[in-house]
């Protein structure tokens, strides 16, 4: 067997990303010099490109999703207005929602670090308990929501390497969701952290008495291409609530 | 923490539920059997989220929940999956790679394919699962994926190259 049907026979598991280092490696060399080999390659790849165009477009209908989602026990009415925030369609990204005291203002940069840490801490789960009790009775019991009452903060701990932040884990009617707070800081008056890092993006809104913020995971979901209105919509709903309430 | 619980379930169990529809049909043959199929899956893997290790790969454990699901349907299913392992069948060549294959074509050229077959390419080609996670997901030899796969490669291309359909064989679908 020569060079190129050795080569040949092993395209398949090559655009697999199944072939050892070694052979890789010289699979690459002979692909480098031999365009004939090289074009086999690409007519092996752009097929694959072509099935999964084909074989992929089926989706599960919107009555599975339903069906399969009423199975899930109903979530609180406090995880469902964070779900609301949830920009509709979404099914892959996740969305946090974030309150903070107005007069509490960071730079940008910290900001966007302790939501990305606050995604991950919420997603993960990974939560190690710290000084719980240290900011509420600080800042005696800021009201994080305050529709409904009886709101009650379980938990509260750093999240990643943010000092000047706490994940709040709130319950409500036996139910928990998670809120990032900002600690009070000094700086620049009204600067609203954005985000932009990896696949995470945020937004934020000013009302009177609140900044809120919605952080979105854009992996793998086309449907938040035009996320931001949206958003925008119901930041300011929930913050008109929130001051009317 | 349930509703902790439930977002780590849709976000990570619930987004693959096309995708496990999509192998269910594959398998089952027909929409509703299908449905029915993935929600069983969707309500074991909840039921036993728990055990799931965060960060592991979720979506190959679907994936085996959703074959074990299908096979207490189907009882013939390791038969049919198994059915061209045990025979010395050498897949015609096709004499070229066929690029210029248009979606209905795929779609009829694959539907072709004997079940053992379809699975591991829509598995692999078309869904990217790797060798390991198929070969847990089916509980076969790793080498058995590969060869399965390899032949499977090989009547895809020689349909779609030769355009109509070969004879059917004995048990073969369709």
Redesign the interface.
Request: charged fraction near 30%; charge should be positive.
């Given at each position: 067997m020569n060079d190129c049907a050795r080569v040949i026979a092993l395209l398949?598991?090559y655009l697999?990303d199944?072939t050892a280092p070694e052979t890789n490696a010289v699979v690459q060399q002979h692909l480098d010099r031999c365009a004939s080999c090289a074009a086999?390659l690409q007519?092996?790849r752009?097929?694959?490109v072509?099935?999964?165009?084909?074989?992929?477009?089926?989706?599960?209908?919107a009555?599975?999703?339903a069906?399969?989602?009423s199975?899930?026990?109903a979530?609180?009415p406090?995880?469902a207005l964070i779900r609301t925030w949830i920009v509709p369609a979404a099914?892959?990204a996740?969305a946090v929602w974030i309150v903070l005291p107005w007069r509490t203002s960071e730079p940008a940069g910290e900001a966007a670090s302790a939501m990305a840490a606050h995604v991950v801490c919420?997603?993960?789960?990974s939560q190690t308990v710290r000084d719980a009790h240290y900011y509420w009775s600080a800042q005696n019991s800021m009201p994080i929501v305050t529709s409904g009452g009886g709101i009650r903060v379980v938990d509260a701990h750093t999240c990643g390497q943010q000092p000047d932040y706490r994940h709040v884990i709130v319950e409500e009617g036996g139910?928990?969701?998670?809120v990032l707070i900002a600690v009070a800081g000094e700086g620049p008056e009204g600067r609203l952290p954005t985000l932009r890092r990896g696949s995470l993006e945020s937004i934020g809104v000013r009302g009177a008495g609140y900044r809120a913020f919605v952080v979105v995971d854009r992996s793998?979901s086309p449907a938040l291409r035009n996320w931001r209105e949206p958003a925008l919509e119901r930041l300011q709903q929930f913050l008109k609530h929130q001051e009317g309430s | 923490m349930a509703d902790l619980r439930r977002a780590r379930f849709e976000t990570e169990a619930l987004v693959h539920v096309d995708e496990l529809f999509r192998a269910a049909r594959r398998v089952m043959g027909e929409t509703s059997a299908a449905e029915d199929v993935v929600q069983d899956t969707c309500l074991r893997a909840w039921q036993a989220f728990d055990r799931y290790e965060a960060g592991t790969n979720c979506r190959a454990w679907l994936y085996k929940i959703l074959f074990r699901a299908i096979a207490a349907r189907r009882r013939e299913l390791q038969r049919e999956l198994a059915m061209f392992d045990d025979q010395l069948v050498n897949e015609p060549h096709a004499s070229a790679v066929t690029t210029a294959a248009d979606a209905h074509q795929i779609q009829q050229a694959f539907d072709e394919l004997p079940l053992a077959f379809a699975t591991v390419i829509q598995m692999v080609d078309v869904e990217g699962l790797s060798y390991r996670e198929v070969a847990d997901v089916l509980d076969l030899p790793v080498g058995t994926v590969m060869s399965r796969l390899h032949r499977a490669r090989r009547r895809l291309r020689h349909l779609l190259s030769s355009g109509p359909a070969l004879p059917k064989r004995h048990g073969e679908r369709r």
């Open positions: 398949d598991v697999d199944e086999r007519s092996v752009a097929l694959r072509a099935m999964r165009a084909a074989l992929r477009r089926d989706r599960a209908p009555s599975l999703h069906r399969v989602r199975l899930l026990p979530p609180s406090l995880a099914a892959t996740v919420a997603l993960e789960g139910s928990r969701a998670s793998g | -």
